[in-house]
């Protein structure tokens, strides 16, 4: 009887062994042989930098519209794509994420007039549709749905607003992922269009006053202009409904300087028209309108950029900001507009020792979203500044909202973590008391993973937090498979936020990480200013003090570690991995700012001058020359490095992806593969369709687990 039992027991055993073999597939980490295209090098381009001559041999890569640049881009996916066909799993993994991804995902609720309104998306829908309903939990009809805009699903819908009465609603258009925006109008109550069409909106608001609404427009670029072209001359208009777009009353210009951007925003009660004025991405100008009078004079408030202004509202007969004036984790001031000098504005909610990020506006309550340790707390106020309670919140994420309406007893906020996707509370803005409405059903086993916040110490004894999240019990042994991410720079924070595409590595005993280095907004003004201009380096050398400390505490190794960032966290990951090449396995650099000597010159770039100087002036010019990732590329070995970005992005030109991977592939000295994936009809990354998304998350986690010579349990 025993020896029946043991031979039961080892036939079981070997059958569970070797199914376990079956589940596991065994792949065969052979070299994907590469060759690079041959690239044009002009060594004759260069400038005088006040004295130092600095060559750019792939300036010609910046002419998009050539088809000598157009030949080169299709050569390159070429090679990209052959490489990335030749992982065994690709297509593995991008079938988990399909089916991952195919989930209910929606929006918050708002209500304007009469109807609610929310986005939803049934899973796999390449852009999610608005939808409309007479009662909260009525039958929902679609008032809006984007994907017939476009055969391919990338026309995208921008901002929306709707007028005070809820009768009409302005929306903005991109197509092709551009930063352009084409505005329409629809009627509500036909669910139609009207024929009023803007063009040449980029960067604006819309902001209703009576019968039509406030806007932010460039003159119409040159031919072959409007994906590279500097964008100058912004200027304010008024369009009234059932107009053609010629006939928009000019509101508000600067001629004398044209690199200064203008927004418009109009009082809840439309009684005032706010103009706010920047030359770059942090200081802004502010001015106030009243409407109620015929031919009112603007009041300037303020009229330099030294500091952030964002109106909140006009109530009870003063206006409501929000600034950093004095205050560099924000607070919010009352302006009497009778007397608006600085000096009789009044603290209504003082700065604290968290940043303060947000402030909105339900009830008849202040929502005060601050971050603690990068994560939402939101704290309660009346309208004259007393504090009534924090808002109880699910656990330890993000918040977004509260969104309602001024006087209305009900608002919507969202929560999500790096293991919780977006769900949405509804609000009791008297009782300050939240119930959950809605919850999407992914099918993963979320509860199996956690999420920890670690802190290290950078280069200079600055301690620098980081979220690390992998499953539950996980051995560290130093051999996971890690994805670190981030930003640093803008003003920006990074807080815990879901994404589907972690979750293939996170059930692959993978780790993903988020560090919150310097230049982002996570602990205020000053935060940021640390990581700007002639201290740029400290945002690389957090991120650098953040890998080595991953690996110091056995999370991963150099091996097994990949880097990615995209916009300026393409810079970030670009100076790393040319400052650090040893420390990193793979890296990512994504829509990168890669030429810090001429990204002032396209598009937008010149606003961002606040953070990174220009090579214009002999300072910037000795700072960025040392870490400008297209500059400082040596023959040497790099991480195996898949550079993307995609041919419609008018914010970051793709030139600066065109320009560093020439650079690379000419200089590389090692066996890692280093290529470019060009999207088409696509842009910086918003409105990207979800089937774009997808394929470009599968290539990505491909890539790097390749490198890496990891198996998948596909």
Not at 44 to 73: A, F, M, N, Q
Not at 247 to 274: G, S, V, W
Not at 344 to 364: Q, T
Not at 492 to 505: A, K, Q, Y
Request: one cysteine or more.
């Amino acid at each position: 009887m025993k020896a029946s039992i043991l031979r039961v027991t080892c036939l079981l055993m070997f059958t569970l062994l070797f199914s376990c073999q079956e589940s596991k597939k065994t792949v065969d980490f052979k070299n994907i042989q590469v060759e690079y295209p041959k690239t044009k090098k002009d060594l004759s381009v260069e400038d005088d930098y006040h004295g130092k001559i600095v060559k750019d041999p792939y300036r010609w890569l910046e002419d998009d519209h050539s088809e000598e640049t157009k030949s080169w881009v299709n050569a390159q996916n070429e090679v990209t794509f052959a490489y990335l066909d030749s992982i065994p799993y690709r297509n593995a993994i991008k079938d988990r994420l399909t089916e991952l991804w195919d989930y209910e995902k929606f929006g918050t609720p708002f209500k304007r007039g009469k109807r609610y309104y929310q986005y939803k998306n049934d899973g796999l829908q390449n852009q999610s549709i608005l939808y409309s309903m007479n009662e909260l939990d009525g039958e929902a009809s679609v008032f809006l749905d984007p994907n017939k805009l476009s055969d391919d699903g990338t026309s995208s819908i921008g901002s929306i607003s709707f007028d005070k009465e809820g009768k009409y609603m302005a929306y903005q258009v991109s197509e092709g992922g551009s930063d352009w925006r084409v505005v329409s109008v629809r009627d509500v109550e036909a669910g139609v269009d009207k024929e009023d069409r803007l063009e040449w909106i980029k960067f604006s608001s819309m902001a209703w006053a009576g019968d039509g609404f406030y806007y932010s427009r460039y003159p119409t670029p040159e031919e072959d202009g409007e994906l590279s072209a500097k964008n100058e001359y912004h200027k304010v208009y008024y369009h009234k409904i059932g107009d053609d777009q010629s006939k928009d009353q000019l509101i508000y210009q600067d001629k004398n300087n044209p690199q200064r951007n203008f927004y418009a925003a109009t009082t809840d009660d439309e009684d005032f028209l706010i103009i706010g004025s920047s030359e770059s991405t942090s200081g802004n100008a502010l001015s106030v309108k009243s409407l109620k009078e015929p031919n009112a004079p603007f009041i300037d408030l303020v009229t330099n950029f030294e500091n952030d202004y964002q109106v909140l509202d006009f109530i009870d007969e003063r206006l409501l900001v929000l600034t950093n004036l004095d205050a560099p984790n924000q607070k919010v001031v009352s302006i009497d507009l009778k007397n608006p000098e600085k000096s009789n504005w009044k603290d209504l909610i003082p700065e604290s020792e968290n940043a303060l990020r947000g402030v909105s506006i339900a009830g008849n309550k202040l929502f005060a979203n601050y971050l603690h340790n990068a994560s939402s707390q939101i704290k309660v106020f009346g309208f004259d500044g007393t504090f009534i309670q924090d808002l109880e919140l699910p656990g330890i994420g993000s918040v977004g909202g509260p969104s309602g309406k001024k006087g209305e007893k009900e608002a919507f906020f969202n929560f999500s973590s790096y293991t919780r996707p977006n769900s949405v509370y509804k609000l009791d803005t008297d009782k300050l008391s939240s119930t959950l409405y809605k919850s999407p059903d992914i099918k993963f086993e979320l509860d199996q993973y956690e999420t920890n916040q670690l802190w290290f110490t950078s280069k200079d004894g600055t301690k620098v937090p980081m979220f690390v999240v992998h499953k539950k019990g996980l051995e560290l042994d130093g051999k996971r498979p890690t994805l670190l991410y981030g930003y640093g720079g803008f003003d920006i924070p990074l807080t815990p936020g879901f994404r589907v595409t972690n979750l293939p590595l996170l059930e692959n005993d993978g780790v993903y990480v988020v560090a919150n280095i310097r230049g982002g907004g996570e602990f205020g003004s000053e935060w940021h200013k640390s990581g700007t201009l002639d201290r740029k380096q400290n945002v690389f050398d957090d991120f650098i003090a953040a890998a080595e400390h991953l690996i110091k505490e056995g999370y991963t190794s150099s091996e097994k570690l990949a880097i990615q960032g995209g916009s300026n966290g393409g810079l970030l990951v670009g100076a790393c991995m040319t400052q650090r090449p040893d420390l990193y396995q793979v890296a990512f650099p994504a829509v990168g700012v890669l030429d810090m000597l001429r990204y002032h010159k396209f598009t937008i770039g010149w606003a961002w001058a606040t953070d990174y100087g220009r090579s214009d002036d002999p300072d910037a010019f000795e700072y960025l020359i040392k870490y400008s990732p297209l500059h400082n590329v040596k023959e040497q070995a790099y991480p195996a490095t898949m550079v993307t970005t995609a041919d419609h992005d008018d914010r970051v030109v793709p030139a600066h992806s065109f320009k560093f991977i020439s650079e690379l592939q000419d200089k590389v000295n090692g066996e890692l593969p280093t290529l470019i994936r060009i999207e088409t009809s696509a842009g910086h990354g918003a409105g990207k369709p979800t089937s774009k998304r997808i394929e470009e998350a599968a290539d990505i986690l491909s890539f790097m687990l390749y490198n890496m010579k990891e198996d998948v349990i596909y």
